[in-house]
Each structure stands twice: as structure tokens, then as C-alpha cells.
């Protein structure tokens, strides 16, 4: 088997003890977005693309046809990410869009493989004082972002690719477990 094949059984089977906190996670969740929440979600890279996957399922669909949920990938309005980064700093382009979006009770999931990505730290202290709810999916703990979120769930492995690819697997679970609370 390919090395990298290798390492992501390997990650996928030591993050499977955190599936019910996924579980859980979906489930509030779906309360919060049947109520008439939001999520808000951030991250860079390759976690911005897994960010705005989550929202696309949410909105549009996953498995079921249901009605449409409230999920806003904050990377993806290239307006106001370049107007928020150039007139006051690329380390608050979320940060401020939590506090434009975001209401108390809504949840902002952070997505970052290292943790320590500043603009993602802001997002998350803003969401706090803002009343948000904040989860985060990380790479290796400890990690600042593990620190300041209210729950996490952390991928023990070293490798970018192989933290992305089960971050995936966890929004894939978070999906299935909305849609089976039925919000």
C-alpha cells in the first residue's frame, strides 16, 4: 500500500474515538439551524475549500431533499475578504464577518491543520465575544485554536493532507448526522 494510504488509515483510525463528538456536534447542530441559526466557517487553503464544501452540502443538499440551511463559508465573498484585508489587515477578514453574521446561538466551526492560523484565532475570540458557539477541527493538539474553542476535534497526525482528508471524513459524518436529527 502507498505510504500515504498508509498514514490515513492510520490517522482515520485514531480519530475514530472522536466520531460521537461529531455526532453530537450535528446534532446540536441541526437545532440550531432549525430554530433559524446559522454556521458560519472558516479556514485557508485547502481548509477554505473544505469549508465551503460543508456549506455547499448544507444549502443545497447531502443526501435527502430537505429545505435549505443557513451556512456561510466566510472566504467565499472575494469582496468583502479583500475590502476587510486591505483596509484593516488579512488577520481579521473573519473576524469581522462573524460579528456582521453572526448572532448569539449560531456556530462558527473553525477549520485549520496547524491551529495557529491568525486570521482563524480572530474568528474564534470574535465569535466568543459575540455569543457563537466555536468548534474547531485541528491538526495536533495542543494547538492555540484547541485553547480558545468550546469543543475540538483533532487529528493526531503531522501531515497537511492526511489532517484535510479526515477533516473531510468529519464533515462528511457532521452531514449524515444533521440530516438524521432531522432539523
Given at each position: 500500500?502507498?505510504?500515504?494510504?498508509?498514514?490515513?488509515?492510520?490517522?482515520?483510525?485514531?480519530?475514530?474515538?472522536?466520531?460521537?463528538?461529531?455526532?453530537?456536534?450535528?446534532?446540536?447542530?441541526?437545532?440550531?439551524?432549525?430554530?433559524?441559526?446559522?454556521?458560519?466557517?472558516?479556514?485557508?487553503?485547502?481548509s477554505a475549500a473544505e469549508a465551503q464544501h460543508l456549506t455547499a452540502e448544507l444549502v443545497g443538499r447531502f443526501r435527502g431533499e430537505r429545505r435549505p440551511y443557513a451556512a456561510i463559508a466566510l472566504h467565499a465573498d472575494t469582496s468583502s475578504v479583500t475590502a476587510i484585508s486591505n483596509d484593516f489587515g488579512a488577520d481579521v477578514v473573519y473576524a469581522r464577518q462573524v460579528c456582521?453574521?453572526?448572532?448569539?446561538?449560531?456556530?462558527?466551526?473553525?477549520?485549520?491543520?496547524?491551529?495557529?492560523?491568525?486570521?482563524?484565532?480572530?474568528?474564534?475570540?470574535?465569535?466568543?465575544?459575540?455569543?457563537?458557539?466555536?468548534?474547531?477541527?485541528?491538526?495536533?493538539?495542543?494547538?492555540?485554536?484547541?485553547?480558545?474553542?468550546?469543543?475540538?476535534?483533532?487529528?493526531?497526525?503531522?501531515?497537511?493532507?492526511?489532517?484535510?482528508?479526515?477533516?473531510?471524513?468529519?464533515?462528511?459524518?457532521?452531514?449524515?448526522?444533521?440530516?438524521?436529527?432531522?432539523?
Amino acid at each position: 500500500m502507498h505510504r500515504h494510504l498508509t498514514m490515513l488509515r492510520e490517522a482515520l483510525s485514531m480519530s475514530a474515538d472522536q466520531a460521537p463528538t461529531v455526532e453530537a456536534w450535528g446534532r446540536k447542530l441541526a437545532a440550531v439551524l432549525g430554530g433559524g441559526g446559522r454556521l458560519l466557517v472558516c479556514g485557508n487553503g485547502g481548509s477554505a475549500a473544505e469549508a465551503q464544501h460543508l456549506t455547499a452540502e448544507l444549502v443545497g443538499r447531502f443526501r435527502g431533499e430537505r429545505r435549505p440551511y443557513a451556512a456561510i463559508a466566510l472566504h467565499a465573498d472575494t469582496s468583502s475578504v479583500t475590502a476587510i484585508s486591505n483596509d484593516f489587515g488579512a488577520d481579521v477578514v473573519y473576524a469581522r464577518q462573524v460579528c456582521a453574521h453572526g448572532r448569539q446561538g449560531d456556530v462558527l466551526l473553525c477549520l485549520s491543520t496547524s491551529g495557529s492560523s491568525g486570521n482563524v484565532l480572530a474568528a474564534a475570540r470574535a465569535a466568543r465575544e459575540c455569543g457563537l458557539i466555536t468548534w474547531a477541527m485541528t491538526g495536533r493538539t495542543p494547538n492555540p485554536l484547541a485553547e480558545i474553542s468550546d469543543e475540538v476535534v483533532a487529528v493526531p497526525a503531522t501531515d497537511t493532507a492526511t489532517v484535510q482528508e479526515v477533516h473531510l471524513a468529519m464533515i462528511h459524518l457532521l452531514c449524515y448526522a444533521i440530516e438524521e436529527a432531522g432539523a
